[in-house]
């Protein structure tokens, strides 16, 4: 099952130990086979819309920070108690906050 977690922007900057954790983590789902791929999102820059078959693209940002998604990470698994998991393990890195969970099909 593969399962796709974001997660929003932190109040703090990362330090060097948030780094060399979540570079061990990484490197773990990574040689396991689990991570299929995660990277960091820059802010929202456009919106692309379409209304009664109408298309328009307009220039952000468009929500607060605290709302914005940050990051993700594409993952597959056997189950969503391991997802869970994973999703608990990294909130155990990084610290407080909000993140989402959702099946890819």
């Known amino acids: 099952m593969r399962y796709l977690m974001t ?5 703090e900057a990362p330090d060097e130990r948030l780094y060399e954790e979540m570079g061990k983590f990484v490197a773990e789902l990574t040689a396991s086979g689990v ?3 995660t990277g960091g999102l820059a802010p929202a820059h456009l919106k ?7 298309i328009t693209v307009t220039d952000g940002p468009f ?8 990051g993700f990470a594409l993952v597959e698994v056997r189950s ?3 997802v869970i998991e994973l999703a608990k393990r990294f ?11 959702q099946q890819v099909f």
């Open 7 to 11: 997660t929003k922007a932190g109040g």
């Open 35 to 37: 991570l299929l791929a």
């Open 48 to 54: 692309v819309a379409s209304v009664g078959g109408e």
């Open 63 to 70: 929500a607060e920070a605290k709302e914005a998604v940050a």
């Open 80 to 82: 969503e108690e391991e």
């Open 91 to 101: 909130r155990r890195i990084v610290g407080d906050g909000e993140g989402v969970i």
